[in-house]
């Protein structure tokens, strides 16, 4: 499974960014769904998780009520929508995948390159 982040960008605190994950190599419909991000200087830290059906989510307490993870297994893409953003969300974020299907916080076997989120203040 090879996947390709985007999305990211440079936005104002309280403002909104739609982080797309597409998939290649193979469908997703089976597989649980997760993004990450990394600041500088810190560890790669747990965002939003989906299942396969999309019938079971998990939010970091971070981000949660804020951030809404999405998947449409048609076009083999996977969601994150961000609200309210927020000087501290700035990282890189990436989307992952694993075959179990749950929406799991880890482990993942697959990940995207990454994409930029910047927040200013």
């Known amino acids: 499974v090879q996947l390709q982040a985007s999305g990211g960008g440079l936005v104002q605190a309280g403002g909104s960014l739609r982080l797309s994950c597409a998939a290649s190599?193979?469908?997703?419909?089976?597989?649980?769904m997760g993004w990450f991000r990394q600041a500088p200087g810190l560890e790669r830290e747990f965002v939003a998780a989906?299942?396969?059906?999309?019938?079971?989510?998990n939010y970091a307490d971070s981000v949660k009520g804020r951030f809404t993870i999405s998947r449409d297994n048609s076009k083999n893409t996977v969601y994150l929508q961000m609200s309210s953003l927020k000087p501290e969300d700035t990282a890189v974020y990436y989307c992952?995948?694993?075959?179990?299907?749950?929406?799991?916080?880890?482990?993942?076997?697959?990940w995207g390159q990454g994409t930029q989120v910047t927040v200013s203040s």
């Open positions: 190599g193979r469908s997703l419909s089976t597989y649980g």
């Open positions: 989906i299942s396969w059906s999309g019938g079971s989510t």
């Open positions: 992952a995948a694993e075959p179990t299907g749950w929406a799991t916080r880890g482990p993942y076997d697959y």
